[in-house]
């Protein structure tokens, strides 16, 4: 059985940072390009980070890039977001995924299509 969980989220200040975490079970992360997603209350999924298979290649949405880093530890079978420069506007709960059709991640944008292995989230916070 595949279960992916979400940890690390928290109250933070605004400007200030956070790494939530991914940790996998019943799955190699390293099999797969896994992503990051977001969801506000009453705002659309928004896929905000993706890392390859390989960890060579990495996508970052606009509304993120040059803040937020994404990266993998194959051993602990975790992937990491860290957050930093956190604006409140950044406030959801961030989810991670598997994505089973693909080892790399598109250029354009995180895909949800074919992600799964949803975990339940973890809630960031960010006070202005």
């Known amino acids: 059985q595949v279960q992916f969980v979400e940890s690390g989220g928290g109250l933070v200040q605004s400007g200030g940072s956070l790494t939530v975490s991914c940790a996998a079970s019943?799955?190699?992360?390293?099999?797969?390009?896994i992503g990051w997603f977001r969801q506000a209350p009453g705002k659309e999924r928004e896929g905000v980070a993706c890392i390859s298979a390989s960890d060579r290649t990495t996508y970052y949405a606009d509304s993120v890039k040059g803040r937020f880093t994404v990266s993998k530890d194959n051993a602990k079978n975790t992937v990491y977001l860290q957050m930093n420069s956190l604006k409140p506007e950044d406030t959801a709960v961030y989810f991670c995924?598997?994505?089973?059709?693909?080892?790399?991640?598109?250029?354009?944008?995180?895909?949800?299509?074919?992600?799964?292995?949803w975990g339940k989230g973890t809630l960031v916070t960010v006070s202005s």
């Open positions: 995924a598997a994505d089973i059709m693909r080892r790399r991640c598109l250029s354009d944008r995180v895909d949800h299509t074919n992600m799964r292995y």
């Open positions: 019943g799955l190699t992360m390293g099999d797969y390009a």
